[in-house]
T-cell receptor
Framework: GAGVSQSPRYKVAKRGQDVALRCDPI?????LFWYQQALGQGPEFLTY????????KSGLPSDRFFAERPEGSVSTLKIQRTQQEDSAVYLC??????????????FGDGTRLSIL | RKEVEQDPGPFNVPEGATVAFNCTYS??????FFWYRQDCRKEPKLLMS?????NEDGRFTAQLNRASQYISLLIRDSKLSDSATYLC???????????WGAGTKLIIKP
């Protein structure tokens, strides 16, 4: 389809394992965002890419979290040595333009991560 | 205090009624505002942007009050399908980040 695509939809991992979450934004969208959403909360910002450049990673909770977007399209969020507190829905969003502006973001379905 | 605050609800409203809820923001430099809707276990979806002059889209009306730093969403003639969580989103003028409220849960009852 033409929307933001995320995979997998669900991921279960044992504590200590590494996981990789994929986001395929809307074609041509410059900006890509990752959010973490805990149950009953709004999405919390993790990191932002403008094309391939990671302009802000201030929301990443620890150095176990790493994101990349090497060719300015698909992005991967990697979590190393997962902990139970990493369990959440990870949302990816994209918007057409660069930083700033009044552009709403278009979200993928999210990846629901459960750490056992 | 959170930068964007919403009453979590739930608001239990009979079908056909009018319901309104607010979202307050603390950063006066906030520039842009949106309402998103999120269904259970689904991703947030844009409902409407909020303009300074207020705007209306069918049964939905959004208002911005900069002096008091809040935005509002009014839903008229509510439908069962309006049951969802409504998330308020604010963009700071000097930043691209979206700051999200925790959402207001709305339940429309037959």
């Amino acid at each position: 389809g033409a929307g933001v695509s995320q995979s997998p939809r669900y991921k279960v991992a044992k504590r200590g394992q590494d996981v990789a979450l994929r986001c395929d934004p809307i074609s041509g969208h410059v900006s890509l965002f990752w959010y973490q959403q805990a149950l009953g909360q709004g999405p919390e910002f993790l990191t932002y890419f403008q094309n391939e450049a990671q302009l802000d990673k201030s929301g990443l909770p620890s150095d176990r979290f790493f994101a990349e977007r090497p060719e300015g399209s698909v992005s991967t969020l990697k979590i190393q040595r997962t902990q139970q507190e990493d369990s959440a829905v990870y949302l990816c969003a994209s918007s057409p333009g660069g930083a700033g502006g009044n552009q709403p973001q278009h979200f993928g379905d999210g990846t629901r991560l459960s750490i056992l | 205090r959170k930068e964007v605050e919403q009453d979590p609800g739930p608001f239990n409203v009979p079908e056909g009624a009018t319901v309104a809820f607010n979202c307050t923001y603390s950063n006066s430099a906030s520039q842009s505002f949106f309402w998103y809707r999120q269904d259970c276990r689904k991703e947030p979806k844009l409902l409407m942007s909020v303009y300074s002059s207020g705007n209306e889209d069918g049964r939905f009306t959004a208002q911005l009050n900069r002096a008091s730093q809040y935005i509002s969403l009014l839903i008229r003639d509510s439908k069962l399908s309006d049951s969802a969580t409504y998330l308020c989103v604010v963009i700071r003028y000097s930043n691209y980040q979206l700051i999200w409220g925790a959402g207001t849960k709305l339940i429309i009852k037959p």
